[in-house]
């Protein structure tokens, strides 16, 4: 079974810095792009960064851009998302999966900018 298990969330003032992490199970982590992707109150679910260790390709939404980066270990099956800077409009549930033939998605994690 595929499963993903998300921590590292937290409450941050506005400016400051979380690492998240995300475990996965259950697949050939190289094999898949990850990706992370949050939900904001009232909001749809949007993708944040994709990554696959197959072609080395990294992609970032254009408001994280500069901020977040996003990174793997594939001898753990575990993904990572360092964001910086972060901004009160960025509170969210944080969730990762496959981008494509996504999973059930995981509780996630939340993550507060207090402003």
């Known amino acids: 079974e595929v499963q993903f298990l998300e921590s590292g969330g937290g409450s941050v003032q506005a400016g400051g810095s979380l690492r998240l992490s995300c475990a996965a199970s259950?697949?050939?982590?190289?094999?898949?792009?990850i990706g992370w992707f949050r939900q904001a109150p009232g909001k749809e679910r949007e993708g944040v960064s994709c990554f696959g260790r197959s072609n080395g390709n990294i992609a970032y939404g254009p408001s994280v851009k500069g901020r977040f980066t996003i990174s793997s270990d594939s001898a753990k099956n575990t993904a990572y998302l360092q964001m910086n800077s972060l901004k009160h409009e960025e509170t969210a549930v944080y969730y990762c999966n496959r981008v494509s033939r996504a999973a059930s998605w995981g509780q996630g994690n939340q993550v507060t900018g207090s402003s």
């Open positions: 259950g697949f050939t982590f190289d094999d898949w792009v």
